[in-house]
């Protein structure tokens, strides 16, 4: 059965060390720190890997982030996978549970999340499954 979790969240990037040739190539690396709040309280760390084009507002991004909190009180840890592009502006996301990344509470936990941006807020959007 799936169930839906919604709340806010703060986010941190943070720039990575990289040498001229990367940052020529327009690459970005950055370091993620959340703190979720709402059906999610939770924390991640992560990391994202980001371009830009020459072309403005057309880039792209993937990331990685491991989530540790509690899911609708159910507590433990998971994975999620972004990725993410902008065509002129226009944005496009993905970001998914990696299969079987759930430990503890969480584990067989599948789904994907939506994230929204409003006047500088972060909001999610989480449709999950859970296996047991």
């Not at 993620?32 to 072309?55: C, N, P, Q, Y």
């Not at 057309?58 to 159910?74: D, F, H, I, P």
């Amino acid at each position: 059965m799936t169930q839906q979790a919604r709340g806010m969240f703060e986010v941190e990037l943070t720039p990575q060390t990289q040498t001229d040739e990367i940052a020529q190539a327009k690459l970005n690396r950055l370091s993620i720190a959340k703190h979720f709040s709402g059906d999610l309280e939770a924390t991640s760390r992560g990391e994202m890997l980001s371009v830009l084009t020459d072309t403005e507002g057309s880039a792209g991004y993937v990331a990685l982030e491991r989530v540790t909190g509690k899911l609708s009180g159910r507590v433990g840890s998971f994975a999620l996978q972004h990725s993410g592009t902008m065509t002129r502006g226009e944005g496009s996301l993905r970001v998914i549970v990696v299969p079987d990344s759930g430990t503890e509470e969480l584990e067989g936990l599948a789904g994907s999340m939506t994230i929204e941006v409003t006047d500088g807020r972060h909001s999610y959007s989480f449709d999950y499954s859970l296996a047991n």
